[in-house]
């Protein structure tokens, strides 16, 4: 009996102190349940945990595999003898991915997982930014495409003048589907001629899609880019450029001079009337040798006319020009121009062909100063053609006409004397005595010239003042001449 008391006593003393609790505690129950508020880069699991009388901890572990990787903070469950609901936040998720998840209780009796759970996080919509269409002065429609991926989404447009934007449309359902769809809005208020830039943007609880930035310009006048001059001759060149005739019909043209007022312009052409860049040429003949040239394009429609920028090319070859075209007998025409590499040392060489003469002959071999300008002083006696040469290049010909020098002088009462000089005799042709009316010149006398080419001559003058002048013809000047007029002389009778 003392013997049975005693062993009573041990097992009672052994379960009071906890000595044997290890053979005979329980290990918990981890139920893994779903997933709540799935979001695109978090959810919330939930699942069940009865601690079998133990104190029990527990937690979720989730990732893409079933390997896992990641889990939730540690947490208790008690330790009675009920189911316990848990939940825990699965955080740091990737959008649109399938993720595994369990849950995991612990307690002295031993460590329990739940079943495997998957789930995916959804996908924000995607924004695709399509065409700008019927674009006029002031107004666009612009379209693209949203694929909702299942959630309820809502679009509009930002645009504006830059990829800051600034200005958007008013927000449209895009439905809760899982296939793209077409959408289009249109946008006006505009104004004309300018670069828009716009994009699509769509929205739903799983996030915002931006499209693409793709620009538009709006009607206005067409923009114009002038370009380089090619294909430079010593009187020609071709001009380039370009032409965005901002969606009216455009045309243009060219203007071109030697200064910034132009003066001279190519034929007008068309250049459509769409939005894109339409490459133009245009050839410019008839220009004078060594010369720089202005030049810019430009182009109109009905909205307007734009000019482009002022430009310069040079013509090659050496220039010759000439203060006047015409000179008296005996005095000097002063010849200039210049060579394209406008440096100093470089030879020029001067041919004259009389009137008359078979073939040009060279008469002075000149040296450019600074600039590449040369100058060359000539006396022609008749009419004489001129032509510079440099480096092979020969310039345009400069006609220089020869008026016969005609004198004329009083000797006397009513008494005068003419003579005309030039580059040959003038015997036997005539020249006319004139005087000045309110009517203009009169002839009053004729007179025919002698074996000197002169005359002295009587004359009856009516009383009064008479301005009086000697002239003669280019009929009686003859072949190489231009006709001569004398200086001025005041009679009074």
């Given at each position: ?39 695109t880069t978090s959810a919330t699991a939930t699942g069940t945990v009865n601690p079998n009388g133990q104190a029990t901890s527990w937690y979720f572990e989730y990732g893409t595999s079933t390997s896992y990787g990641k889990k939730t903070a540690t947490k208790s469950a008690g330790s009675g003898t009920g189911n316990v609901q848990v939940s ?289 002083l000539a006396r022609p006696a008749i009419r004489t053609s001129y032509v510079a040469s440099w480096n092979g290049v020969t310039s345009r010909e400069m006609v220089i006409g020869v008026r016969p020098r005609v004198l004329f002088r009083r000797v006397g009462r009513a008494r005068f004397t003419t003579r005309v000089i030039g580059g040959r005799s003038f015997v036997g042709r005539k020249v006319k005595l004139q005087r000045l009316t309110s009517r203009g010149w009169i002839t009053v006398k004729r007179v025919r010239l002698n074996r000197r ?41």
């Open positions: 009996m003392r013997i049975v008391v005693a062993v009573l006593l041990t097992g009672l003393a052994l379960l009071s102190t906890g000595g044997g609790m290890a053979a005979i505690a329980s290990a918990p129950t981890a139920i893994t349940g779903p997933v709540n508020s799935v979001g825990g936040a699965l955080t740091g998720l990737a959008p649109g991915t399938g993720y595994h998840y369990r849950l995991v209780a612990s307690n002295a009796g031993g460590t329990k997982r739940g079943a495997d759970g998957v789930f995916t996080t959804p996908t924000a919509p995607v924004a695709v930014t399509g065409s700008a269409k019927s674009v006029s002065t002031t107004s666009a429609t612009l379209t693209g495409t949203v694929d909702p991926n299942g959630l309820a989404t809502s679009w509009h447009v930002e645009y504006g003048t830059s990829t800051a934007y600034g200005s958007k449309t008013a927000a449209k359902s895009a439905g809760s589907g899982t296939t793209a769809r077409s959408v289009s809005t249109a946008v006006s208020k505009l104004t004309p001629g300018r670069l828009y830039h716009y994009r699509l943007v769509a929205t739903s609880d799983a996030g915002t899609s931006r499209g693409a930035d793709r620009t538009f310009s709006t009607a206005g006048s067409p923009m114009v880019r002038t370009g380089s001059a090619v294909e430079i001759g010593p009187t020609t060149a071709r001009l380039t450029g370009s032409v965005y005739p901002q969606g009216r019909r455009a045309s243009w043209y060219f203007e071109y001079g030697m200064t910034t007022r132009y003066g001279s312009r190519t034929p007008t052409s068309t250049a459509g009337s769409g939005f894109g860049e339409q490459r133009v040429t245009a050839p410019v003949l008839g220009l004078r040798t060594a010369v720089t040239y202005h030049y810019r394009l430009v182009a109109k429609n009905n909205v307007g006319t734009t000019r482009g920028a002022d430009l310069t090319f040079t013509t090659t070859g050496v220039s010759l020009g000439a203060r006047t075209g015409a000179v008296v007998y005996g005095r000097g025409v002063l010849h200039s121009g210049l060579v394209p590499t406008r440096r100093p040392a470089e030879t020029v060489t001067i041919f004259a062909q009389r009137f008359g003469a078979r073939s040009q002959v060279a008469v002075a071999t000149l040296v450019t100063v600074d600039g590449g300008v040369w100058r060359y080419s002169g005359k002295t001559f009587r004359v009856q003058l009516q009383r009064g003042r008479s301005v009086l002048r000697i002239a003669m013809s280019v009929n009686q000047a003859g072949p190489g001449y231009l006709g001569g007029i004398s200086r001025t002389i005041v009679y009074r009778r």
